[in-house]
């Protein structure tokens, strides 16, 4: 799946989501993004959502900031999400440095190796984490939601002043 959505003005800054959605509340994370995005009102920036594995290396080379969300499983990121840092990696080492991203997880009980091994892999890249890391984990709660509307928002709005 791959949504363009397209704000109207001469768009010129460009936010690239990754998010491995496979279950309604991860879907609904993605949807909080949307409308945190929209509510920056900024029409400069263009967001793009793509799925890991459909996201191709001049996505991340057209995007100005990234959020990655992915789901912990087995103590790791998503095996789709390190697909993805496997393909574009070496293609973007060189000409992302300094990429602001922010990282959300949505984990069953626990987060902390996803985060690390993201981390770790983000140094490497020398991306800049624009957000505290937002791990959502445990029984789903509404708070999800308003923290990802809230993600959205800055980072577009982040975009749009020209702070990221
Ligand atoms: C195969 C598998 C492995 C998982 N491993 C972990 C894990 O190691 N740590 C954790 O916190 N959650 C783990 N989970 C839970 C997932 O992160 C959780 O199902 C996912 O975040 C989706 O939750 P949601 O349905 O509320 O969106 C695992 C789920 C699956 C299916």
């Not at 770790?120 to 505290?132: D, K, M, V």
């Not at 445990?138 to 959205?152: A, L, N, S, Y």
Request: hydrophobic share 45%; net charge negative; proline share 4%.
């Amino acid at each position: 799946m791959h949504i363009q959505v397209c704000y109207t003005g001469g768009m010129h800054k460009q936010l690239l989501i990754v998010a491995h959605q496979p279950s309604p509340n991860t879907q609904q994370m993605v949807a909080a993004f949307i409308s945190g995005s929209h509510a920056a009102k900024a029409d400069a920036v263009g967001v793009s959502i793509v799925a890991p594995l459909e996201c191709q290396p001049d996505q991340l080379l057209a995007a100005d900031a990234v959020i990655i969300l992915t789901t912990e499983n087995l103590g790791y990121m998503a095996g789709t999400t390190k697909d993805w840092f496997d393909r574009v990696y070496y293609p973007v080492l060189e000409l992302k440095q300094g990429l602001a991203f922010a990282l959300v997880i949505r984990a069953g009980l626990d987060g902390t190796g996803t985060q690390r091994a993201v981390e770790s892999i983000c140094t490497g890249l020398r991306w800049n984490l624009a957000q505290p890391v937002l791990v959502c984990k445990g029984p789903w709660q509404e708070e999800f939601t308003h923290q990802c509307f809230e993600m959205g928002q800055y980072m577009t709005a982040g975009l749009d002043l020209g702070i990221l």
